[in-house]
């Protein structure tokens, strides 16, 4: 009796659990999107204070003086050292445990967009995690955004997954963990948002908005109780001095546009060449490189934000300026051009300020009347760098507004970030650094306009729902109660055989004509030989979205889909059916 209730209540939670996964599935689901929204920032942040405290927590333990970023402070052989035993335990995990994912980052979560629904591997989640944790340690040049945006967007995903959610709300959730990643490394939600919807979804909707500003604020404000609501960077006052800066501003973004479509090339040049060469052999590499540029200059090692924080200060001399951004520049692209698992957004906005700096050191040198800060241009180029490397000039907007909490930047940020993302995508004709990254690693990335629309819609909220499972002998009795319980269509199961789908109409009017031939009643009905409309079907998951659903009428040469899900190892449960003309009315409404 008691196993008999545990069966019942396990069987009404697994149809409710059905129901939700069913409701999910439309586009308009906001109230339980905007749950999942929060629970993703709450489990993304929480993995990225991770990573951070990691991080941090053995920088402070192996660098000389106070801080986690002094590499300045190591001798010199350290310097060349250091980079070259993160090199080998590199090396040493994509050997043993990469099976063949050498691309992470932002890139990947872009890739596995636009070709796998969203979905991310735990494999891929540990090699990321591990992965820019050693190569920061070690002093390569990367960024830590990069791996935090795949960490909050690959939570998402592993969450969406174990929950077997449809995908069109697991690649939802992957907006909000990379949303979260952002707002947790710089406090600065709305940067998150915006990036999140700018660069990954590609879409502005409130089904959107909705669950990646809660991921968003539930990821900065658990970021905030572990490190402070302290700002990524110390930036003293940056008002603007008068409106004739405005064509300083203007060089300054195309100059901007011209060094991200450098480091562009670069990175992508790197990549290309570098395809041919097994990956730990790369590792090595990057490691040998790195540490010769350390060896001379090393204010690139790692991050580099206590660079950029004396830059935006007016710390550096001409020289150091032109340096640092040079070598920044140098090594960033090796590293990153070499399969190393960091990120590309901070090394943009180090070599930005480097540049705003320097632009704004030189033009004081000459017979200009410039008297807004060096912080101000070192900004404004940290802004303009990222809108032209990145190609979102929303969000480098966005996130300069957050990091001085001054609004008279946006005029000038304005100019800055159009200026560099127009010289770089239509004079140097460059796509962001990410695309770039696919497309150098033999990926391709398609933005197909029909795709991204039939992608927010599950199958299963516009599947046919009645539909019954059928032997394909059936008695006379049976048929006539089957049809009582008003099925739109019949699914024709046969041992061994392609399963095969009839509208229940044609059974009805079989039984019509048997109802006048007297003594055909006792025959059993042959839903395969009598006459009728047979549609051959395929399978497809109930987790699958409309693109998918349109991808597999095509590729199978089916003529309809089964919907199912598997319950229990082995067994599926059909859920309802999907025609051709469903997803044709689907993206036209």
Known sequence: MRFRRLKTLRVAWSTKLDESRIRLARPDALVQLALLGLITGLLAGGVIVLFRLFVEGVQDAILPGVGPENYEGLPEWARILLPLIAAVLLAAMFFWFAKGIHVLGVAQIMERMAYHQGQCTPRAFVLQFFGAAIAIIGGHSVGREGPHIFLGAASGSLL???????????????????AAGIAASFNTPLAGVVFALEVVMMEYSVASFIPIILAAVAATVLSRMVFGDAPAFDIPP???????????????????????AVFIQAVQSTASRARSIPIWWRMLLAGGLMGCIAWWLPGIMGIGYDSVEIALNGGFAVALLAFLLIGKLVATSLCIGLGVPGGMIGPSLFIGAMLGALVAELAMLLPINVTSSVGFFALLGMGAMMSGSLQAPLAALTAMLELTNNPEIILPGMLAVVVSGIVASEVFGKESLFISMLRASGMDYDTNPVFQTLRKIGVASVMERRVARVAAQIPVSAARELLAATPVYLLIETPGEPRQLMPAIELAKHLETLDIQVGVEAEPVDLLAIPGERLRTARISMQANLQEASQMFEDESVEALVVERMTIPGIHRVYGVLLPDTVERSYKF
Request: net charge negative; aromatic share 0%; proline share 5%.
């Open 160 to 178: 969406g997954q174990q929950l077997a959610l449809p995908n069109n709300v697991i690649r939802a959730l992957v907006g909000c963990g990379t």
């Open 238 to 260: 940056t008002p603007m001095g008068s409106l004739d800066e405005l064509m300083l501003v203007v060089v300054l973004g195309v100059i901007a546009g011209v060094v991200s």
